[in-house]
């Protein structure tokens, strides 16, 4: 059932907002509305303007809260520090800049060893090349007379050099290693030849390298010592993250805490963002409105009652002008598991009714006609069960009601895992052949009376939406409803001759006849009873003519939806088909073998599982588009409270 809602109005001193909140509001569950938009049209109120002094720093806590519990934070306990807010404000400030400014510390000698590190690196990289040269590098570099260049060239070119102009060149080339694609070394000249002698190499592309003055002693002197300054510095660097991490980690209580009770605090005091703000004898008063439940709206006015600065205002019959109230599901016991089917189509509007206790037992009783079997039902019983009160799952409780419903049809049906003569047949087997037509026939009436049900239900919902037009005339209404009735009649009494001719043939065809033109004319009709200006948007022609095709469309509908629960016979045929298939593979009732023991075994798991799955769709296919379809609209407003509960709180051994 659809929860019976209340609109509540809540206002007192500005000031005061946070203890109302945290006193009352989070106590009881309240769908907070809008205060501007639904009381717009008072020209005195303003926005609850106010800056949320906690958010800057609850999202650095939240950081350093992901940090320390290595993901998200929200899942934290709420605990009882014993310090007010504004105590607790000033604390985590502190805590926060006690931790940046060690932090920045650690961070600025980390980022300069980093960089100390990326130079090493660099350096290897330079000196690398050069490791075939046994001479100390910085004494080459202190050659006067003689000029140098170190570099590398590409081996195309310094092929070409070494064949046909090195023998003629005053130089000498020493070659420290090579590649596939490059030669690196040292070249050297006598300074007056030096300037020839770099044109040439120069127009063999000679990349020059210029080494740096840190490098000492020979080129694997250097890049030992190069190595061992980088491991040393890589070292360090491990130890200030380590240090950083620490001092996170020493600090996780006071962090947890910090962040727990402020992000909470924090996302009370948003609700300034619903409120709006009215003067009065020069004090400025705050307003809060929203829906709640009766049952939870008298309590919040009964506990108010004594307290003079807050005051309270319930209202019965209140038409928001912006929106329509929300709707909470209340439905307790088997049918809850339901609401899951419900919610995945829409929820219902306030003023519509709930379908979850129809659609639990519709369900529940399509599924055991085609899921027949007191074995495989009391296995779903129980499965179901067992998982819906370990794991809570809402399709486990589903599956254990239908289960219910499967071993009932398994007595009617006298089937008992697949055998078919252990148990007495208290109404029919369906696979017998002058059952077959039975079971089909049986099904298309049973869901033609789920068709005017649901038809029914319709009228019911347009009335109680105060929608008249609607419940007489249309599709589903009371037209559309003597349509189908009428032309059901008249085919029964054709086919079951023992009914004998109807004495009121001529009168039902009129009535079918109106009713047909109503449903065509449903539009106009509609806005005339409800007493709204008649519009034809497309003009008179083009309106009969849409008219009649949409008239051949709903006849069709009528046709498809009722032959539609053929498929409720049908499987109940498949299911006893296919388990009497296994009975034959396994030769059981004439001889009991390992072999036919296991294949009855894996048989009966086997069509559990997957026609249990075939069924539950194609039950749930019906319920939607052949009932559903036509008294449910599924339009209305999840019912958000605005406190969601949230976990005892948690003492911190700490403040106590």
Not at 490 to 502: Q, S
Request: glycine fraction near 6%.
């Amino acid at each position: 059932m659809i929860a019976k809602m209340k609109f509540v109005n809540i206002t007192g001193p500005k000031q005061d907002i946070d203890r109302v909140t945290q006193k009352y509001l989070l106590r009881y569950p309240i769908h907070l509305e809008n205060a501007l938009s639904e009381l717009g049209d008072t020209h005195t109120l303003t926005p609850f303007i106010e800056e949320n002094p906690y958010k800057e720093t609850v999202a650095t806590l939240r950081d350093m809260a992901q940090i320390v519990n290595h993901g998200d934070p929200d899942h934290l306990p709420l605990v009882n520090c014993g310090r007010s807010a504004r105590e607790l404000l000033e604390s985590s400030k502190n805590l926060i800049a006690s931790i940046r400014e060690k932090s920045g510390q650690l961070s600025q000698q980390k980022q300069e060893l980093e960089s100390s590190e990326t130079h090493y690196l660099e350096l290897l990289d330079e000196i690398a090349p050069f490791c075939g040269i046994h001479f100390p590098i910085s004494k080459i570099l202190e050659f006067k007379f003689i000029k140098f260049r170190f570099g590398r060239i590409a081996l195309n070119y310094f092929d070409t050099f070494s064949k046909y102009v090195y023998d003629n060149l005053n130089t000498i080339f020493y070659e420290s290693s090579r590649d596939s694609q490059y030669v690196w070394g040292v070249y050297f000249a006598p300074q007056a030849t030096f300037v020839k002698v770099d044109a040439i190499f120069a127009s063999m592309h000679f990349e020059r390298i210029h080494l740096s003055g840190e490098i000492t002693g020979t080129p694997e002197e250097a890049r030992s010592a190069i190595q061992k300054k980088l491991e040393q510095t890589r070292q360090q660097i491990t130890q200030c993250s380590l240090e950083l991490s620490n001092l996170y980690f020493e600090r996780r209580a006071e962090i947890n805490e910090a962040y727990s009770v402020l992000q909470n605090i924090s996302r009370h005091f948003d609700i300034r963002k619903r409120a709006a703000c009215t003067r009065e004898r020069q004090e400025v008063f705050y307003i809060l409105c929203g829906w709640m439940e009766e049952k939870d709206a008298l309590a919040l006015q009964k506990d108010m009652k004594g307290d003079k600065d807050v005051d309270i205002l319930i209202e019965d019959d209140y038409q928001s002008p912006t929106a329509k109230p929300p709707t909470r599901l209340s439905n307790r016991g088997i049918f809850k598991p339901f609401q899951m089917f419900v919610t995945m189509y829409g929820l219902p509007a306030y003023n519509e009714l709930d379908p979850t206790k129809f659609l639990a037992l519709t369900y529940a009783f399509m599924f055991g006609i085609m899921f027949g079997d007191v074995g495989q039902g009391a296995c779903l019983v129980i499965g179901g069960f067992l998982l819906y009160r370990i794991k809570h799952m809402n399709i486990a409780g589903i599956i254990s009601f239908c289960g219910l419903f499967s071993v009932f049809f398994g007595f009617m049906y006298g089937s008992f895992f697949g055998f078919e003569h252990v148990l007495p047949t208290v109404w029919m087997k369906p696979m017998e052949s002058e059952n077959i037509m039975t079971t089909l026939i049986l099904a298309i009436c049973f869901g033609v009376g789920l068709i005017i049900v649901a038809m029914i239900i319709n009228i019911i919902n347009c009335i109680r939406q105060k929608n008249p037009g609607a419940a007489l005339i249309g599709t589903n209404g009371l037209t559309g409803l003597i349509f189908y009735v009428a032309v059901i009649y008249i085919l029964v009494t054709k086919l079951i001759p023992a009914m004998g001719p109807t004495r009121f043939m001529a009168l039902l065809v009129a009535l079918i006849i109106i009713c047909l033109f109503a449903i065509a004319f449903a539009q106009p009709l509609q806005d005339a009873i409800n007493k709204k200006k008649v519009h034809l948007h497309e003009g008179p022609v083009m309106f009969v003519v849409e008219s009649i095709f949409e008239l051949i469309e709903i006849l069709l509908s009528f046709v498809t939806n009722s032959v539609s629960f053929i498929r409720v016979g049908a499987f109940a045929l498949s299911h006893a088909g296919m388990m009497s298939v296994v009975m034959m593979l396994s030769n059981i009732e004439n001889a009991a073998t390992p072999a036919g023991i296991v294949i009855v075994i894996f048989g009966n798991i086997l069509i559990s599982a997957l026609e249990g799955l075939i069924v539950g769709i194609q039950v749930l296919r019906l319920e939607y588009y052949e009932m559903f379809s036509r008294f449910y609209s599924g339009t209305g407003r999840e019912f958000k409270p605005y406190a969601a509960p949230v976990p005892t709180p948690q003492k911190n051994s700490k403040a106590a």
